[in-house]
């Protein structure tokens, strides 16, 4: 029996997403493994992850010039040094739990237990394999620390391959698989039965449109984007997730009203269907987050980028702009006009959706796991 211990971490919802795919691979398709998913910093201490997780939080919504600052600086220099240090002082706790359950394999998702793990590899305390899975479209160092003592980095794309091969990281290390997906972006979708179900006409495009989440979009932009779209648009059909953001959901039943459109604007506060929306939409309207971003890539769609917390997601926005899958709408863009230049434009959305699709890669968590495990 192979021991797999898969770390995450509570930072946005990508990294937990990324491990529960691997994990639902591993346990529908491996029979002779035990699979065990845990959250490094709560494991090490709830408080400390209350602190951390509320924070990373509260700048990424209201101080985001500090998290720029805190994302950077922890690239090089004082602050990458005080981290380094913290995470061998943490690592100490973790180590309990290695030691407990004494792991064949560990498989991170997020760069503060792949660091942990590989102090402790260098220390001789484990001889575990470790695999660090990045859930972005740029390489920050912190995923990068004591790359030695790591198996494995698996990467979105050959960019970021070529980025760890420069900072000295050895090719048979490097694997280039994308982002864990989860299984049901890979399904096949009855198209009339989801349209009937959320009441969409089978005549009109889609834009699906992320506009809530922990950290919000920006509300102001989201807000003239909806109405831009209402007044502009007759052809096009919204389908707005809010997220947990109550005040945003409120405003957009209030503008919906005030537009009598809801026939062609429909506004959720939650669902767990996703991949069959993202099945019957024409374009994504979201922050580039890692999740968010490959699974708008594995179904297909043109993104349009408003309001990326800086650092990780402001480089996944410059990757997929690059790319020609995305446009970022900026701070003192004209939003009606540079979405009256999208929109109407089918040549230039058709070539997002190509794009899109030779961008990604499906069968990534396939990859990941048959890579670290053999095949099924």
């Known amino acids: 029996m192979k021991k797999i211990l898969i770390f995450y971490g509570s930072y946005g919802g990508g990294h937990l997403s990324a491990a529960r795919s691997i994990k639902e691979y591993i346990d529908n398709n491996y029979t002779d493994t035990e699979t065990c998913l845990v959250d490094c910093i709560e494991y090490i201490n709830k408080t ?13 919504k209201k101080a985001r010039w500090v998290w720029k600052k805190v994302y950077y600086g922890a690239e090089k220099g ?48 484990i001889n575990s394999k470790i695999a660090t899975v990045l859930t972005d479209y740029a390489p920050h160092s912190q995923w990068l620390m004591h790359p030695a003592y790591i198996d494995y980095f698996f990467v979105a794309h050959d960019g970021m391959k070529a980025n760890l091969l420069k900072r000295g990281i050895k090719e048979n290390q490097i ?33 699906l449109f992320f506009a809530g989440g922990e950290q919000g979009l920006g509300k102001d932009n989201i807000f003239i984007i909806l109405k831009s779209i209402i007044k502009s648009f007759n052809n096009l059909q919204v389908v707005a997730i809010s997220g947990k953001n109550k005040k945003i959901k409120k405003q957009f039943d209030k503008i ?77 863009d004209n939003i009606e006009q540079k979405l009256f230049d999208i929109l109407n434009n089918p040549d230039k959305l058709h070539s997002m959706k190509v794009n899109a699709r030779l961008l990604a890669k499906k069968n990534s968590t396939k990859d990941i796991c048959e890579t670290l495990l053999g095949k099924s």
């Open 48 to 60: 400390l992850n209350k602190i951390t997780t509320k924070a990373y939080s509260g700048m990424a």
């Open 78 to 125: 004082t602050l990458s040094k005080v981290n380094d240090k913290a995470q061998k002082f943490m690592s100490l706790k973790l180590n309990k739990l290695l030691q407990s359950y004494k792991p064949d394999l560990i498989i991170s998702t997020h760069p503060f237990s792949s660091h942990m793990c590989a102090v402790l590899k260098q220390k001789k305390k």
């Open 175 to 207: 694997k280039v698989t994308g982002i864990p997906l989860s299984n049901r972006f890979l399904a096949n979708y009855n198209k009339e039965k989801i349209l009937s179900e959320f009441n969409l006409s089978p005549n009109k495009k889609i834009i």
């Open 256 to 332: 919906v009203l005030e537009t009598n459109s809801t026939h062609s604007v429909k506004i959720l506060q939650y669902t767990n269907k996703v991949p069959e929306l993202m099945s019957i939409s024409d374009l994504v309207i979201t922050k580039p987050g890692g999740l968010t971003t490959t699974e708008s890539l594995a179904s297909g769609l043109p993104i349009i980028v408003i309001n990326p917390i800086p650092g990780q997601e402001e480089e996944n926005a410059e990757f997929l702009e690059n790319k020609g899958v995305a446009v970022w709408l900026k701070k003192h």
